[in-house]
C-alpha cells in the first residue's frame, strides 16, 4: 500500500503561513546528516521473468517384455524417464530502489508543503497528488499431474489370481482382444446388446476404451504430463547481446545460470533509440546552475528485450528503464504556493506520468 507522509504536518506550525517566495528544496540524500524532511529514491527498472515449463514423466509397463509377443507392440519403454520444456515464458517489469538515486525533500519555512506518496520501499510516487502503490500480479499455476488408471480395477478374477507374470500378460492379452472385438461388434451393430440410442452406444464405448486402456498401460507403460512455474528476477545492470539469463535442463527443468548440466538461456536488452541522446549546452547548463534545487525524476530509455536459446526466441518486448536513461530535475518553482503543482510518476521506471497545474 502507499505510504504518505505529509510535509504540513511533519515540521513546523509556521508553515501554515502563506508566503509566495519560498520553494520546495530537494537535496542529495545523505544517511546520518539529513535531519529532516522526506527520503525516497528513484528507481531501477527490473524485470520478472516467467517461465511455464512442461514436465512429462514416462513409467515403463510392468509387462513391457511381453508387449511384442502378445500385442506385437514394439519400442515401448523400459525404464522410467523424465524430460523438460519450455512451454511459454511472460515478461513484467518494476520498480526497485537505486541507491545512487537517493534524494530528501524538505520544506523551507513558509512553503507550499507538498504532499509526498512513496512505496514501501521509499520510490517516489506522486507530489500533491494520490497514487495508489501497484505489485506484480500472481505467478500463474501450474497444472496438477494426472492420476493414471489403476489396471487392477479392469481385471478379472483370473488375472488377479495369475501365479506369473507370463500368465499375467497372457490372459491380460486375451482380454484385450476380446474388448477390441466387442467394441467392433458394437460399432457395426452386430453385438447382441446393442442399444438403439445413441448416448448410451457413446457410454458403452468409452467404458470398453478405458478398460482395453489400462490393460494395454501393463504392457506400453504410461505418461504422466503437467506444467510448472518458475520465475526470476533480474534487474538489468546494462545493455547486453547476449547475457546468460539461466539454464535449461532436458531432464531437471530451470536450473541456475551456474549449473552447466542446462543450455544456457540468454537474454538481450538493446537501446531502441528512441530517446535521443542528452546534449551538453552551455547556456542551458548556466540556467541550471542558477535554479533553485527541485524534484529529481529519471527520463528513461527505451530498450528492446529478447529472450533465447540456440534453437529459438522464446520472447520479444519492450520496456523503458529508468537506469539506461538520464536524470532531470523539476524547477521547485513548480511546487509555489501559486502553482500547487501536482506531479505522479512511474512507479517502475520513475518518469513523469502525469502533471498539472
Known sequence: MKRIASLLLAF?????????????????????????GVNYFLPQTALRITV????????????????????????????????????EMYL???????????????????TSAPLVSLTRDGI?????????????????????????LNPKQYMNQEMLAAGSAVKLAELCAQEIYDIRDSRNALV???????????????????????????????FCGYSLTHTEVFSLNYIPTRETEKEVLFRFSQFDGVVDK???????????IQNTGSLPPKQSDPETDKKKAKMERGVYYNVPAREAIRIFDINRSY??????????????????LLFDKKLNTRVSFYQENGGVKKLEQ
Open 124 to 148: 517516489l510516487l506522486a507530489i500533491n497528488a494520490e497514487a495508489e502503490e501497484t505489485a506484480l500480479p500472481a505467478l500463474p499455476k501450474g497444472t496438477e499431474v494426472p492420476t493414471p
Open 12 to 36: 513546523h506550525t509556521s508553515l501554515f503561513a502563506l508566503h509566495t517566495s519560498a520553494q520546495t528544496d530537494v537535496t542529495d540524500f545523505v544517511p546520518g546528516s539529513t535531519l529532516e
Open 92 to 110: 513484467e517489469s518494476y520498480g526497485v530502489p537505486d541507491k545512487a538515486k537517493a534524494y530528501n525533500v524538505k520544506v523551507k519555512s513558509k
Open 258 to 268: 551456474d549449473d552447466l548440466s542446462g543450455q544456457p538461456v540468454y537474454i538481450s
Open 188 to 218: 457395426r451393430g452386430e453385438a447382441d446388446n446393442t442399444p438403439k440410442d445413441g448416448e448410451q452406444l457413446k457410454l458403452m464405448l468409452n467404458q470398453l476404451d478405458t478398460q482395453a486402456q489400462a490393460l494395454e498401460q501393463l
Open 52 to 87: 511455464v515449463a512442461e514436465k512429462t514423466e514416462v513409467v515403463p509397463g510392468e509387462l513391457n517384455k511381453y508387449a511384442f509377443r502378445y500385442l506385437r507392440m514394439k519400442d515401448v519403454p523400459t525404464a522410467p524417464s523424465t524430460t523438460w520444456k519450455i512451454k
Open 315 to 332: 520472447l520479444t518486448a519492450e520496456c523503458s528503464m529508468g537506469q539506461f536513461g538520464y536524470t532531470e530535475i523539476l524547477s521547485n
